[in-house]
């Protein structure tokens, strides 16, 4: 599917979405809707959506997926458009690794590398993360992740996926 959408104008960036707290599956739908319909961004791909044992402190089950949109602005201005999105979803910060009504993570921006206080990509955790990975295959095997020179389809082999299981819904 990247081969078929590659060469149109803007970038392309791959963005992790969870949720875990409230009725995730209409927030994450509705977060992608929101991202689709803002200037600058075209929604290219989406994962289907899994439900995933939570990393860090005990909290409930994540709704996780990803997609990609082809976009025409900054990776600046994509974290601050993503950053605003998980606020006009009731997105707190409270705990390191908490649950939180909607999170999205900038994972990749085209073949860039940008490591800022502010931003960071690829996303530093994405490689070890079966919740980003299992999605991420799923619509962009071949994207290779720079740092590591690797594609996703390889990257996810080394990671235990049995926590991450397809939604239905
Ligand atoms: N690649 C990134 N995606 C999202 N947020 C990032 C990235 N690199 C740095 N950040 C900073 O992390 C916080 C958001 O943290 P979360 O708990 O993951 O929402 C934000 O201030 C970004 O500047
Ligand atoms: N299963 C699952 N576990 C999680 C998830 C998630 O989406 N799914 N997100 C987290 C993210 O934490 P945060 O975005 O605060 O930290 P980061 O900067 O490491 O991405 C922490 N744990």
């Excluded at 970038?11 to 319909?37: F, R, V």
């Excluded at 707190?92 to 009504?101: F, L």
Aim: hydrophobic content about 45%; overall charge neutral; aromatic content about 6%.
């Amino acid at each position: 599917m990247l081969n078929s959408i590659i060469k149109k104008p803007g970038k392309l960036s791959a963005i992790a979405l969870g949720s875990n707290i409230g009725d995730s599956y209409k927030i994450l739908t509705a977060a992608i809707e929101t991202l689709a319909n803002t200037p600058g961004m075209k929604l290219e791909a989406q994962s289907s959506w899994y439900r995933t044992k939570a990393v860090g402190p005990p909290q409930p089950d994540y709704l996780n997926g990803c997609a990609i949109f082809r976009v025409q602005m900054s990776p600046d201005l994509l974290l601050e458009t993503l950053l605003a999105t998980e606020a006009k979803f009731g997105r707190v910060r409270q705990q390191r690794w908490g649950a939180r009504s909607l999170d999205l993570d900038l994972l990749l921006y085209d073949d860039l590398i940008i490591d800022t206080p502010q931003l960071q990509i690829p996303h530093p955790r994405m490689v070890t993360r079966a919740f980003v990975l299992v999605p991420l295959v799923e619509i962009a095997p071949h994207w290779v992740e720079p740092t590591s020179g690797s594609m996703i389809k390889d990257i996810v082999k080394q990671v235990d996926c049995a926590d991450v299981v397809l939604c239905q819904k």
